[in-house]
């Protein structure tokens, strides 16, 4: 761990296919409500460090609270591999959801919990 890797991943039925560069140093369960529901590991990266190989029109758009978060799932599958968001001081996010990484079996890395809920 702590290498920058590139990864690849997707939704469940294969529509929504992405590459992302990431070290899986600092993976985070946080228990806010949308998060604990779907069960997401996830990683950070600047939106530079990540690619949609495929699947831009498969992508159905859920937004809540301050919105300016755009959580996106495949219209297929249902499955939200990924997210788009744009940080305070404008640098724009990519949200991977780690269970949705080919490569990458559940106990291989660390998970730091985040206190979303209380925010
Ligand atoms: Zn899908």
């Not at 460090?49 to 755009?70: C, K, T």
Request: hydrophobic share 35%; aromatic share 8%; with cysteine.
């Amino acid at each position: 761990m702590g290498a920058i890797e590139t990864h690849r991943g997707g939704c469940h039925c294969g529509n929504v296919r992405f590459e992302v560069e990431t070290d899986l140093a600092r993976v985070v369960e946080c228990n806010c409500s949308h998060c604990s529901r779907k069960g997401f590991l996830l990683t950070f990266v600047t939106a530079d460090r990540f690619s949609l190989l495929q699947g831009e029109e498969s992508l159905a758009n859920y937004r809540f609270n301050r919105r300016v978060a755009d959580h996106l799932f495949c219209k297929q599958c249902g499955v939200e591999s990924f997210w788009r968001s744009v940080k305070p001081d404008g640098t724009k996010m990519a949200i991977v959801n780690v269970r949705c990484l080919d490569d990458v079996p559940p106990g291989s890395f660390t998970v730091t919990l985040v206190d979303g809920k209380s925010r």
